[in-house]
């Protein structure tokens, strides 16, 4: 009876965890051309993005983000997790600036406390559960913590023997770290935050795992992973490697602590070695991982449990060091325009990009070229658009002409405002269209 009454207030715990679960998105601002905070909330309203996870605690971002009602992640970045997690004072101070100082207009719920801590930063990890109870602490001093969850995301590499799920556990090396850890998001009603990245489990198998496996896309029965343990059938990388998480945890006893998938997303362009970050690819995945949260799908252990998940990441960021594929993850280019339309038909409106009703600006017919050339040097000047695409030798380049060039700019421009009123007139001489502009060109 004892066990079922356990059991009961863990299914309770993880039900009312994810009754609705969400998608976000992260947003990393390595970018030539970073858009202001104002154009990432316009675009964020206009993709009816409700939940974001910032890399820092940046002041701008969070005063633009105010009265949004948009649900917000902020971080302790790496480089001041040692101080944090050595000095109780130093952690009040971080929560009095960061985030006492923006609610309740700015909607913050909760505080990643490092990233990826124990691969990218070993040396902070001694410190790391210090950290994460000084952050709490000031949250509690200021009556927060029942709003504010405190954890800090986990790459997937901490879990060793991920397949089959059932015999994952975590790097026993890091159970000093993780045991306190766990205790500690038990004790405080928090979450695990792990990064699942089925584009390197896919990269790094050696072609042992299939490229649909990754990509969420139907398998025959036949092709279907079973764990030969618990006989549980999995489709998907995304679902198999979250259940090792659910695994390993319970692996050292602690059974009622929801994830949350902080990172997950795929590539669209990549170098020579990475063929399978593809424009494609990564609309198949990201368009059926949406689908699948969305869905309350749950995983094999946990059906019908959904798993929040932010995707990696809102915008391209091109300042990002390592490989093209690095470069690569977003959802739109620096001036607000989708990488590749998403397939999410059904899928409710968040980052429903695809819709019938797209708009875009070009330049009028029969307006004076000289007009059209000082608009589109706005546009390329203080306007602050990205011309370089327009360059000979660019993919933009053809058809030489104003006219052209224009078109390209002038919409550049109207969806990084995010379509706002007054952004596609320039002195007259650009309109609304339904037509993209983009597939005319392409049109024989």
Known sequence: MEDLSFFMDYMLVLTSFYADAFIGVNIGTDLSDMPSPTQVVALLKAQNIRYVRLYDADRAMLLALAN???QVTVSVPNDQLLGIGQSNATAANWVAHNVIAHVPATNITA???GSEVLTALPNAAPVLVSALKFIHSALVASNLDGQIKVSTPHSSSI??????PSQAFFNRSWDPVMVPLL?????TGS???LNVYPYYDYMQSNGVIPLDYALFRPLPPNKEAVDANTLLHYTNVFDAVVDAAYFAMSYLNITNIPIVVTESGWPSKGDSSEPDATVENANTYNSNLIKHVLNNTGTPKHPGIAVSTYIYELYNEDLRPGSVSEKNWGLFDANGIPVYILHLTGAGTVLANDTTNQT???AKDGTDPKMLQAALD???GPGKVDCSPLLQGHPCYEPNNVVSHSTYAFNAYFQRMAKSPGTCDFKGVA?????????EKKAP
């Open 191 to 193: 979450y695990l935050m």
């Open 431 to 439: 309109t609304i269209t339904t037509t993209d502009p983009m597939l």
């Open 360 to 362: 875009f600006c070009v």
């Open 159 to 164: 879990i060793l023997d991920s397949f089959p």
């Open 68 to 70: 949004t009602g948009i």
């Open 378 to 380: 706005w546009a390329c």
């Open 183 to 187: 205790k500690f998001l038990q004790s």
């Open 111 to 113: 505080i990643a406390v």
